[in-house]
């Protein structure tokens, strides 16, 4: 590939992503995103913003720790504090790099930092300074750069570079560019700041025009060597440039581009199902790249097309992005070398342990559908994968319930050995009286802030797939549930939620009565 220009990757789902109404995180969940993100072959993992908060800090911390081939980032505003505080949380990086930023342009200038120009190049190069100090991977960004004077902008940069910025990004911080009008950014850049040459250009676009991947592209086409952006395109408002969407773009046009990244495409749909899977954000069936529709043919002419000449219809092969072609895989006869064979072409390491639990619950599932779906198998091992130290587990219900009449549902839970049962006879309908049982056996008050039900396969026997949002002492938590009875996943989703709450530190519920200790199989 000699005459391919080596793209950065530079992952900022942990920090940007993380920014997305209802996407955040918790510390082992960052971990697990970095590893994968580390596996995925990005060259830079933006793990936060130690001064946001503590769980900020820690998480930058503990990633900058654990992950020693990948660069490690973390965020700082052009003021002491934040890049004290991001270094320490860097620190024991092998590879850290800090990311300080500051607004350039009028609006924020005026509006926002009260600061003449002169002022924000001071306090710029006063930034950049303090981060080398510390370390010699230092990035600068003109937030809004997009939207600052051009001359400004130029004089911005060429005196980030001279302090000693090694990358300098020019973030569409309101997603306000065009193509052609972000390729003349870089292009000026390149042409007019003297010290270019010194500092790698960095590109950061957010979607809010449906233009991040095209303006990204454009950069890069203009000269941009290092390109920002998120699995599954996730961030603050219309989210930012999707990691799957400009790798493959590049991948698939090298002949336009004529740029490579480091990115083990295979491990794309994966790296996609991880983090809409933590985060709860659903990945919208018609995504490129990533989306459950994006390899479909569904018209019969394509279809006719395909079966004579794959390429009449497809420009990138499923199996590239980690989509298996055949996706009618197993059935009640399969055993389970076969679905650790599945399990790993679906790109998850499972552990003796975990395989002998998604094997159990895969027979149980054959003996309700017969047809499994590569979907189904990444369902079932997502929930193992996902699961956290439970309190309690779902021991089953039962339900009566019509219209217009006032559900009565009796839920059993256990814990540990023991099962407690609860009869509720309220609530809106079944699912809110699963809810409302639930509620009291466990002790847990919580709200619910969210739910979403997608079936994760085809047909009438189709699993359903659960995910929910509860607020409990002002924090949020997911939870996820998967079972062919959609009022099973419900209970399953929102069990898992309050687990979650309860393995939460400083999480105070009151004592339940119907807690085994304190009253066995309590039941009313
Ligand atoms: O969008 C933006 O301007 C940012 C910067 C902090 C890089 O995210
Ligand atoms: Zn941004």
Same mark, same amino acid.
């Given at each position: 590939m000699s005459d391919s220009r080596r793209i950065r990757i530079f992952d900022t789902t942990l920090r940007d992503g993380e920014q997305s109404p209802g996407a955040s995180m918790n510390i082992n969940e960052k971990l697990e995103i970095a590893q994968a993100l580390a596996e995925l072959g990005v060259? @830079?993992? =933006? %793990? /936060? +913003?130690?001064?946001?908060s503590p769980g900020d800090f820690e998480a930058v911390r503990q990633v900058a720790q654990a992950i020693r081939d990948t660069v490690v980032c973390g965020l700082a505003r052009c003021n002491d504090q934040d890049i004290d505080r991001a270094w320490e949380a860097l620190r024991h990086a092998r590879h850290p790099r800090i990311h300080v930023f500051l607004a350039t342009s009028a609006i924020h200038r005026e509006?926002?930092?009260?600061?003449s120009k002169e002022e924000i190049i001071a306090r710029a190069v006063a930034g950049v300074r303090r981060a080398v100090s510390y370390c010699d991977d230092v990035e600068f960004s003109p937030e809004d750069a997009a939207r600052t004077e051009l001359d400004f902008l130029c004089q911005v940069v060429e005196a980030a570079i001279d302090a000693g910025a090694t990358t300098v990004n020019i973030p569409d911080t309101v997603g306000y560019a065009t193509p052609a009008h972000i390729a003349s950014v870089i292009r000026t850049l390149r042409e007019r700041v003297p010290n270019i040459d010194r500092a790698v250009i960095s590109i950061h676009c957010h979607n809010d025009l449906g233009l991040a991947v095209a303006n990204s592209l454009a950069a890069i086409e203009a000269g941009a060597g290092q390109v920002e952006c998120t699995i599954n395109g996730i !961030? =603050? #408002? %219309? &989210?930012?440039?999707?990691l799957e969407e400009v790798v493959m773009a590049l991948r698939t046009r090298h002949d336009v581009y004529r740029c490579h990244t &480091?990115?083990?495409?295979?491990r794309l749909v994966p790296t996609s199902r991880l983090v809409s899977n933590i985060t709860g954000i659903q990945v919208q #069936? $018609?995504? %490129? @790249?990533? !989306? #459950? $529709?994006? +390899? %479909?043919? =569904?018209a019969g002419i394509h279809q006719d097309g395909m079966l004579k000449e794959r390429t009449t219809y497809e420009i990138m092969r499923p199996e590239d992005v980690g989509l298996s072609r055949t996706d009618l895989v197993l059935g009640k006869h399969s055993g389970r070398a076969a679905l650790a064979d599945r399990a790993s072409a679906l790109g998850y390491h499972l552990t003796g342990e975990q395989l002998q639990t998604v094997f159990q619950r895969f027979k149980e599932l054959c003996d309700k559908k017969k047809e499994i779906y590569d979907a189904d198998i990444a369902a079932l091992i997502e929930d193992e994968l996902r699961e956290v130290p439970e309190d309690w587990t779902f021991a089953g219900y039962e339900l009566q319930a019509g219209s217009g009449r006032t559900p009565q549902v009796v839920l059993r839970l256990r814990h540990g050995d023991e099962v407690v049962e609860r009869q509720v006879a309220d609530g809106d309908g079944p699912i809110d009286a699963v809810f409302l049982a639930m509620e009291q056996i466990t002790g847990m008050n919580v709200r619910c802030r969210d739910f979403q039900v997608h079936s994760v396969?085809? /047909?009438?026997?189709a699993q359903a797939e659960v995910t929910v949002e509860i607020e409990y002492q002002g924090q949020p938590y997911r939870g996820r549930g998967v079972s062919t009875d959609s009022i099973e996943a419900s209970a399953r989703a929102f069990l898992n939620a309050i687990n979650h709450a309860a393995a939460s530190p400083g999480a105070v519920r009151r004592v339940s009565p119907y807690e085994p200790q304190a009253a066995t199989n309590a039941s009313q």
């Open positions: 060259d @830079i993992i =933006e %793990a /936060g +913003f130690p001064i946001a509006f926002k930092l009260k600061m !961030g =603050e #408002r %219309a &989210g930012n440039c999707a &480091g990115i083990v495409t295979q #069936r $018609n995504k %490129a @790249i990533v !989306g #459950r $529709n994006a +390899f %479909a043919h =569904e396969s085809m /047909g009438k026997d």
